[in-house]
């Protein structure tokens, strides 16, 4: 089976916009179906990347003296992020680094709303956030687990096509198992007090151990907010009504 790199972000979602903007606008990601409706954006400001080849040269005081981060590939890309494979060579390990694309204020503004949500979740098959910061240029990055894997996704249509080895390999009894996992790690969020909002199979990874990640927490809120929230976010076909 082919699995292809993913990190927690490969499909971001993101986004609730800061105040002060004038009109408003619906932002579609085009490849996962994923949205966010938020009032107050000026017209003339929709996301557009910014330099977030930034990363490449970030330079740091590191205990190993070099350079902290060096990037690889690219292992995804959406409306409002980009994300690389890289190597951490202080702690000596392979981590997905996500920049942030769009105007440098609401790039960092979106970024610590994830990291906000994230970082205060610990469950095995939620991603870990390792580091923020800032590039030179002022554009905001996560560093992360770097996962390895497919979409359930894609394992979905290959046992709706009748492909007969997926169907060995996932019998009835493992994909009851696979959403067994994915109800635990809704169950450690919902537990802290934190709402997904985009739960479809585009966003659970299926790693190598045939384990499950539960990834993409841009659409993430506090139970406590959502009812105050004026920001639409999630998939349309998965939304509930």
């Known amino acids: 089976m082919n699995q292809n790199v993913y990190s927690s972000e490969i499909l971001p979602i993101m986004t609730m916009y800061p105040e002060g903007s004038k009109s408003r606008s619906l932002y579609a990601h085009h490849q996962s179906g994923s949205y966010a409706s938020q009032g107050n954006v000026k017209e003339d400001e929709k996301l557009q990347a910014s330099s977030i080849n930034g990363l490449i040269s970030h330079q740091t005081k590191t205990l190993t003296g070099r350079q902290r981060f060096n990037l690889h590939e690219s292992v995804g890309e959406g409306t409002f992020g980009k994300v690389w494979s890289a190597q951490d060579n202080d702690l000596n390990r392979s981590v997905a680094i996500k920049g942030y694309k769009g105007p440098i204020e609401q790039a960092r503004y979106s970024c610590l709303e994830e990291v906000k949500f994230v970082g205060e979740l610990d469950h095995p098959a939620i991603p870990t956030v390792y580091d923020t910061g800032l590039t030179e240029e002022g554009v905001p990055y996560i560093v992360m ?82 009812l105050e929230s004026s920001l639409l976010c999630g998939t349309p076909l998965y939304m509930p009504p």
């Not at 390895?148 to 390999?169: F, N, Y």
């Not at 199979?201 to 506090?222: E, F, M, R, S, Y």
Request: hydrophobic residues 45%.
């Open 145 to 226: 687990k770097l996962l390895k894997g497919e979409p359930l996704s894609e394992i979905i249509k290959r046992l709706q096509a009748g492909d007969a080895e997926t169907h060995l390999q996932y019998s009835f009894e493992k994909r009851m198992g696979l959403i067994i996992e994915v109800l635990r790690a809704i169950d450690s969020a919902h537990k802290q007090g934190i709402l997904h909002r985009d739960i479809k199979p585009d966003n659970i990874l299926v790693n190598p151990a045939g384990h499950i990640w539960l990834i993409d927490w841009g659409c993430a809120v506090k139970q406590a907010d959502v």
